[in-house]
């Protein structure tokens, strides 16, 4: 495939036997894109080359950012020491500068992003570059499916810069929110809205290709990586033939596992609330990865 960082691993399945795209660290292959703000651009060069795992990559006027040096601590499921001398230093990730004032990091995985916006958010001072939003594939790809260069290999432009995105509108969205609650005169009715609107929202399918804001420096990394990880469920299992699973039933999953392990003591709790005047409802792979080729082989 003329890049090792993409694996094939086989899948076996009814009816049909697929070939997962994974990537060289063991990830399932998922273009993602992670959006920057530049305050300064002469500072993130400058961070960029005091960075041994960092490299300029001519061809693609990219700064390179690679599974080497600084960034070798970095834990995948498959890490650093596991790689085959042959496939190393594997390319995480392209950043490119698009203007003075924007920059985007292209990478093949959720994990990568997750661990991109940690590793970078350390070498690069705030006061320069910022995180703002991503933008993310919600699906698994076929070695089957006769992928072209342009969706396996980077910059990823035919997915992320098209106009048949789903780009959020929170203007929208509260304003639907609000006249739905706005419909309500009591005051149940109006939290039973407010749960019926999100549960209604939760029962559709992920856009194909979804920009979701970063809230990095708000929330941490800590919800960004839960909102990708359910997104990766969802897409795990249309991959395995369950393609009407959405986020309410994950959701679902996840509120019933922890009836399942704490169900007694929530009980007990609820037992000790003084009584409102008012009734309470509790509410396989085997693939193929993309192979990320060594360095020297892709250049």
């Not at 997104?231 to 996840?254: C, Y």
Request: proline fraction near 5%; charged fraction near 35%; hydrophobic fraction near 35%.
């Amino acid at each position: 495939m003329g890049d090792s960082d993409l694996v094939d691993t086989l899948m076996f399945g009814e009816p049909v036997k697929k070939t997962l795209i994974t990537t060289r660290t063991g990830e399932p292959y998922q273009p993602s894109r992670v959006y920057y703000q530049v305050f300064n651009q002469k500072t993130v060069i400058g961070a960029f080359k005091k960075l041994r795992c960092m490299q300029w990559e001519p061809r693609l006027n990219a700064w390179r950012w690679l599974y080497d040096q600084e960034a070798r601590k970095i834990r995948f499921d498959v890490s650093w020491n596991q790689v085959p001398k042959e496939y190393r230093p594997i390319v995480l990730g392209d950043f490119y500068f698009r203007g003075s004032t924007e920059m985007v990091l292209d990478v093949r995985s959720f994990q990568r992003v997750i661990h991109a916006i940690q590793f970078f958010d350390k070498h690069i001072n705030r006061r320069a570059a910022r995180v703002t939003k991503l933008r993310v594939v919600n699906k698994f790809f076929d070695m089957n499916d006769q992928l072209g260069d342009e969706q396996l290999h980077p910059p990823f432009d035919y997915f992320f810069d098209r106009e048949d995105l789903d780009l959020p509108d929170p203007v929208a969205f509260a304003r639907e929110l609000e006249e739905t609650i706005q419909e309500q005169t009591d005051e149940g009715d109006r939290i039973r809205a407010f749960s019926s609107f999100l549960e209604e929202r939760s029962k559709q399918p992920l856009p194909e290709i979804e920009e979701i804001p970063a809230h990095f420096y708000e929330d941490g990394i800590e919800s960004l990586e839960m909102a990708l990880t359910m997104r990766t469920v969802e897409a795990r299992q249309h991959w395995a033939g369950n393609t009407k699973f959405t986020q309410f039933d994950l959701i679902s999953e996840m509120v019933q596992a922890i009836r399942d392990e704490f169900g007694d003591e929530v009980e007990a709790e609820a037992d000790e609330v003084p009584d409102q005047g008012a009734d309470q409802e509790t509410d396989q792979e085997d693939g193929r990865e993309i192979q990320e080729t060594p360095q020297e082989a892709e250049e």
